[in-house]
């Protein structure tokens, strides 16, 4: 069963299926579908897909994470500067669905950048 809610809620994202309303400011351009695809499908093929208690986590990384991070700056998505233990980021927010960042500076301050995106999806 929720298998079926899994997969009727990305195709309610993803083409906006009729009677069921995808999450408020969720982007059905081409363009944005595409971003979202690869990186759903490089989560998938590379096994960075999560269960958590009432989401799936998808997980993506290097070129794939690079280009959907710069198509939202493309988009005017403001980044958010963000510091913690394990580094300093810029996160830019997927509307709807999840976010994208880049890694700045590594838990030492050093230069670096690594980027990974994140997709939620309701189960």
Not at 24 to 38: D, K, N, R
Not at 61 to 89: K, M, P, Q
């Amino acid at each position: 069963m929720r298998k079926i809610q899994s997969v009727i809620s990305i195709c309610a994202i993803l083409f906006g299926a009729p009677g069921l309303a995808a999450p408020s400011g969720v982007s059905v351009e081409p363009e944005a579908l595409a971003h979202y695809s690869y990186c759903v499908n490089e989560a998938k093929d590379r096994s960075f897909v999560f269960v958590l208690s009432r989401q799936i986590l998808y997980r993506c990384h290097g070129d794939v994470a690079i280009s959907y991070f710069n198509y939202l700056g493309h988009l005017h998505v403001r980044d958010r500067r963000v510091e913690d233990e394990t580094g300093v980021y810029l996160f830019r927010t997927i509307s709807g669905v999840g976010r994208c960042w880049n890694k700045i500076f590594d838990e030492a301050r050093l230069p670096v950048s690594a980027f990974g995106c994140e997709i939620f999806v309701d189960i």
